[in-house]
């Protein structure tokens, strides 16, 4: 059984199709003073439940989540497994500054609390090296590389990949494979500034940069790169990321700059998306 939460996404729906499982019925809304009523209408009492959650922007309904789960559990359901295709609260890996929240390994245990197993799409692992560090339940990470790489093969001709920064590098180059690559260098300043150094490199005239990173945000990096390769000289650039945040206007933004496509896999509903998860999470789901 699977439960699309908190609404049903394209993803979702695809998912429902291809593993051909029941529906998880509820119903969800609040009380004139912003609390939740949530009831569950399917008969979950010894059935294996899936619950599809990308939890990109969780903070107004993740409680609403912990709820179902909870309800789920004293319903009797065998078991509680968590799609999340994008996983929040994964950047927030080190205290800077003494006081702060390490949001991660909270989050992290909230989760882990309420769910049986979770089942996640290229998670922001820096100075994490695996989900087992911080989660206490089993956890299956996938990743999109080879669902990239075969779209830029297929819709690029003669491209190029650019990594924007270090952290891009392990994805650049699964999805490079036989084709070229380059990775910037960043570094940003005690007051926050971004600078970008590219390598030397040879042999990108007539080719298509692509451009490849697992989050685009706030777009600052990307954005500055994209300008850059106009600066340099480049072909219009194609922008491919795993989750699209694209907080405020920073897809505009890119758009602005007169980039030839911008293309996201399906983790975050966004027009942007172009490749599609639902194969990688099925093939996961049904070993």
């Known amino acids: 059984m699977l439960f699309n939460f908190p609404k049903v996404s394209p993803l979702g729906y695809h998912l429902q199709e291809k593993l051909n499982v029941e529906e998880g019925r509820f119903i969800r809304h609040s009380f004139p003073d912003g609390e939740t009523y949530l009831r569950i209408e399917s008969d979950v009492k010894g059935r294996e439940v ?3 959650a990308t939890l990109c922007h969780p903070n107004p309904w993740i409680l609403d989540l912990f709820f179902l789960a909870d309800t789920l559990r004293t319903l009797e359901a065998k078991s509680i497994t968590l799609i999340a295709p994008y996983l929040s609260y ?5 205290v800077f500054q003494e006081g702060e929240a390490l949001t991660s390994k909270t989050f992290s245990h909230l989760l882990s609390t309420y769910f049986d197993a979770l089942l996640t799409v290229d998670p922001h692992l820096h100075r994490y090296h695996c989900l087992s560090e911080i989660y206490t339940i089993p956890t299956t990470v996938l990743q999109a590389a ?3 790489s075969k779209w830029v093969h297929e819709n690029i001709e003669n491209p190029f990949l650019v990594g924007p920064d270090e952290e891009s590098r392990q994805w650049v180059q699964e999805i490079a494979r036989d084709l070229p690559f380059i990775v910037l260098q960043k570094e940003r300043s005690s007051q926050g500034h971004v600078a ?3 390598p030397f490199f040879e042999g990108a005239e007539g080719k298509t940069p692509v451009f490849i990173d697992d989050i685009i945000s706030s777009g600052g990096t990307m954005l500055l790169a994209v ?4 600066a340099l000289g480049l072909k219009p650039p194609v922008i491919v990321a795993i989750h699209p945040i694209f907080a405020n206007d920073s897809y505009e933004k890119l758009q602005a700059t007169g980039v030839l496509k911008i293309v996201t896999c399906n983790s ?7 490749i599609d998860l639902t194969s990688l999470i ?3 789901l049904r070993t």
Request: charged share 15%; no cysteine.
């Open 196 to 198: 970008i150094t590219w």
């Open 50 to 52: 899936l619950i599809n």
């Open 282 to 284: 099925v093939s996961a």
């Open 268 to 274: 975050i509903p966004h027009p942007s998306n172009g």
């Open 146 to 148: 080879s669902l990239i």
């Open 90 to 94: 994964m950047r927030q890996d080190k």
């Open 227 to 230: 300008n850059q390769a106009k």
